[in-house]
């Protein structure tokens, strides 16, 4: 039990659907993050919410819209992706305000494969 | 922005081996973490250490900020201890974390 919860594990899905991606965390924390796992690449940050706020936006494409509707929730509406989104998508809770730092904790992640 | 280099990229080992993982940064940092990826992509947090020592167990990390690198000590490796092992440095700017490429490590009995 990790304390941040993500749903679902995996996801197949076409170019044109609409889906949604969840994540739950049950630690307290202020701060919620989307990151994406691409293979053979780094973790990229693709969003991160402080005490509600999006307070960051790595210039994602607006085919992904995040929702942060309280600080124990975060989804990731996804429309109209790409075979190159394909990725694992990672869910990371912090318990202060991402700019002080604070030590992160992952969810289990969901597996997103699109056709 | 900050850049971040890992050594070894990869790392096999018979079980009962010790090793040592590099992680250099190129410019100050406030925030340096050290996580573990299993098989199943779960990323376990192993340490928060912007500067310092610490231990937990058979790991242990340095961080040696005014030198720019950290290193995390894996002692007596298990098989579960396979899986790749990140460095993420956040600057003093109070940047968000930016995540190194890995270390994958495969342990065999």
């Known amino acids: 039990e990790t304390g941040v919860t993500q749903t679902p594990r995996h996801l197949v899905m076409g170019m044109t659907n609409k889906k949604s991606l969840k994540c739950e965390q049950h630690l307290g924390h202020n701060a919620m993050y989307w990151y994406k796992q691409s293979a053979k690449k780094p973790l990229e940050l693709m969003f991160v919410y402080s005490l509600e706020e999006r307070v960051e936006n790595n210039s994602v494409p607006s085919r992904f819209s995040p929702e942060c509707p309280n600080s124990s929730h975060l989804f990731l509406h996804l429309h109209t992706l790409q075979p190159e989104d394909s990725a694992l998508y990672l869910c990371?809770?912090?318990?202060?305000?991402?700019?002080?730092?604070?030590?992160?904790?992952f969810g289990n992640g969901t597996r997103l494969t699109v056709t | 922005g900050i850049q971040v280099e890992q050594s070894p990229p990869d790392l096999i080992l018979q079980e009962g081996a010790n090793s040592t993982l590099r992680c250099n940064f190129s410019d100050s940092v406030n925030n340096l973490q050290w996580f573990h990826q299993n098989p199943w992509g779960q990323l376990i947090n192993l340490f928060y250490i912007p500067s310092g020592t610490k231990q937990n167990g058979r790991l242990s990390a340095t961080t040696v900020a005014t030198e720019r690198y950290s290193l995390l000590y894996i002692s007596s490796s298990q098989t579960t201890d396979s899986g790749v092992y990140f460095c993420a440095v956040g600057g003093q700017a109070g940047t968000a974390l930016i995540f190194g490429k890995g270390t994958t490590l495969s342990v065999s009995s």
């Open positions: 990371a809770s912090s318990q202060e305000s991402w700019q002080t730092g604070a030590p992160l904790h």
